[in-house]
């Protein structure tokens, strides 16, 4: 089993969609969980970070379950900039050097 | 401040050769990493640097070797490339907080190995 999966899509939605991506994980030991957005052929970078009770950053919203070992990210109102590859990543066994396991992300497309 | 930078950030070596890879940033961060990203596959951690003068292995260090003398620089070498090493790189830093694990990337390089 891997240790941070998601579902690869593609997600193609229509704008003004609302799209949701899961992302499962296997280290129960694991403490912090984040999205990272990837742009076509550049570097990844911080969505953002998830809490425990769940949190929101306009139209992003991301849940954790740690009983499920589960986080999602909600998109709401999608914009065309919102095309782009998103990473679910975990720290590695709650370690504080920072080794991040990242899924191998899902690719959404947002068509006018 | 220019954040991370790479260099280079294109490449294409014959197997057998030997090259240099530079990660370079200006925050003042203590921990550094280098990725390795494949097609379909999620970025994986090849080695890492909690400080100046210490590193250690990641998920898949073989056939890499890394250097930090310096804070500021973090350098992954390939002694003799192979064409398993083709892959996009990435270096990133990140301060040794443990609330904010943010880690800010370099724009990566592009090696080719034929």
């Known amino acids: 089993r891997k240790e941070v999966e998601q579902d690869p899509g593609p997600f193609n939605v229509p704008e003004g969609a609302t799209v949701a991506f899961n992302c499962t994980y296997s280290n129960s030991a694991s403490q912090s969980f984040f999205w990272y957005r990837q742009d076509c052929r550049k570097e990844p970078k911080l969505l953002m970070s998830?809490?425990?009770s769940g949190n929101e950053d306009g139209r992003f919203t991301a849940q954790l379950n740690r009983a499920s070992q589960y986080i999602s990210l909600l998109i709401r109102d999608s914009k065309l900039s919102d095309s782009a590859t998103y990473l679910c990543v975990v720290n590695w066994s709650g370690s504080n050097t920072g080794k991040l396991i990242f899924g191998q992300g899902t690719t959404l497309q947002v068509k006018p | 401040n220019a954040g991370v930078t790479q260099t280079p950030k294109f490449r294409v070596l014959k197997t057998g050769q030997s090259m240099t890879l530079l990660c370079a940033q200006d925050?003042?961060?203590?921990?550094m990493y280098w990725y390795r990203q494949d097609p379909g596959m999620g970025l994986r951690l090849i080695h890492y640097s909690v400080g100046e003068g210490t590193t250690a292995k990641g998920e898949v260090p073989d056939g890499y070797n890394v250097s930090r003398l310096k804070k500021q620089n973090f350098l992954l070498g390939l002694e003799s490339a192979a064409p398993s090493q083709t892959s996009v790189y990435f270096c990133?830093?990140?301060?040794?907080?443990?609330?904010?694990?943010?880690?800010?990337f370099g724009p990566g390089t592009r090696l080719t190995v034929t």
């Open positions: 925050m003042n961060h203590e921990y």
């Open positions: 998830v809490y425990s």
């Open positions: 990133a830093s990140r301060l040794p907080d443990r609330v904010s694990y943010e880690q800010y």
